[in-house]
């Protein structure tokens, strides 16, 4: 499934003003939850990288909610990790700290940070 470009990702922001953020949220309870989200309005979920099996989850997230929700990756402080993300298909990167090397590969790879 492709995937948004950064400037979509940015737009959806900027119309949504809200990103949920999924953080310890166990792996079977995750489609509830973004069903859940979708139902509420909420169009934006991010999964934090320091939740088990976020990568499954992030590709889990992207087959089931399509095109209906963006799923990006929260806690996201390595390129390893930004890396391992899109591979599993995240939309969007959200970063704790302002690490460059993640934002230049998230860049040259036209993921929005």
Request: aromatic share 4%; glycine share 8%; hydrophobic share 45%.
């Amino acid at each position: 499934m492709p995937s948004m470009k950064t400037q979509q990702v940015y737009e959806l922001i900027k119309q949504n003003k809200i990103i949920v953020i999924a953080r310890g949220v166990k792996i079977d309870h995750v489609v509830n939850l973004a069903e859940a989200l979708l139902a509420g309005g909420i169009k934006m979920l991010e999964v934090t990288c320091n939740t088990d099996g976020v990568f499954e989850m992030i590709k889990m997230l992207r087959e089931k909610m399509g095109k209906r929700m963006c799923i990006g990756a929260g806690t996201v402080i390595t390129t390893q990790l930004a890396e391992k993300a899109i591979d599993a298909g995240a939309e969007f990167m959200i970063a704790p700290d302002t690490n460059t090397e993640v934002i230049d590969y998230c860049v040259k790879k036209d993921v929005a940070i």
